[in-house]
């Protein structure tokens, strides 16, 4: 079946534009994680859905960035007024339970270039 | 100083070396994954455990919990195992990730 898909793939952003990046999790997963990862590092932890209900988002860097799971399924990160440092991959995993102990399937990222 | 240290950075190694990556960890953990993540960001999870060692084709991994430690070995590597490989430590259901160990195998 089909994996974890993000879209776009690739996003340049103009300094102060708003951006919005979608994830496509596979179908019936409960558990929706965001993380971000910078240029030669580890991915680090955003945001955490549990179905549509955020329970964590302890990771998000500013209130500039906004995640939603309205319906369960597909999440959106957002990121408002984008500044040169939120350049980055933005990776997103899902799990079928709720433990987080479960193996996350990640999906291909999509590499944000702010100018 | 980072809750999740890999080591080493960078790994180089001959086709057919037995390589180790270890992954040093300082908080309390429920499990540990063992991440590979190739050019162009792709991420596999290769394990997941939490306690003794696992077996996947030429890949073993082991978790010592008491020393808040595990290694992940490549048996006969190949240059399709180049590639960054991540240790990432699940606490309060969130991954805290290492920094990755960028390994190279050479025909």
């Known amino acids: 079946g089909a994996g974890v898909s993000q879209s776009p793939r690739y996003k340049v952003a103009k300094r102060g534009q708003d951006v919005a990046l979608r994830c496509d999790p596979i179908?019936?997963?409960?558990?929706l994680f965001w993380y971000q990862q910078a240029l030669g590092q580890g991915p680090e932890f955003l945001t955490y859905?549990?179905?549509?209900?955020?329970?964590?988002k302890s990771g998000l860097p500013s209130d500039r960035f906004f995640a939603e799971r309205p319906e369960g399924s597909v999440s959106t990160l957002k990121i408002q007024r984008t500044q040169q440092e939120d350049s980055a991959v933005y990776l997103c995993?899902?799990?079928?339970?709720?433990?987080?102990?479960?193996?996350?399937?990640f999906g291909p990222g999509t590499r944000l270039l702010v100018l | 100083k980072n809750e999740v240290e890999q080591s080493p950075q960078n790994l180089t190694a001959q086709e057919g070396e037995f390589i180790t990556i270890n992954c040093s960890y300082s908080?309390?953990?429920?499990?540990l994954h063992w991440l590979q993540q190739h050019p162009g960001g792709g991420i596999v999870s290769l394990f997941m455990?939490?306690?003794g060692k696992k077996k996947h084709g030429r890949l073993i991994a082991t978790i010592n919990i008491q020393e808040k430690h595990s290694s992940l070995h490549i048996t006969a590597s190949h240059p399709r195992d180049s590639a960054v490989y991540i240790c990432?430590?699940?606490?309060?259901?969130?991954?805290?990730f290492g920094s990755g160990t960028q390994l190279t195998v050479l025909p």
């Open positions: 995993a899902s799990s079928l339970g709720r433990s987080g102990r479960e193996t996350q399937y």
């Open positions: 179908s019936g997963h409960v558990s």
């Open positions: 859905f549990q179905n549509e209900a955020q329970l964590d």
């Open positions: 908080v309390g953990i429920s499990a």
């Open positions: 455990l939490s306690s």
């Open positions: 990432a430590v699940v606490r309060y259901g969130q991954l805290t």
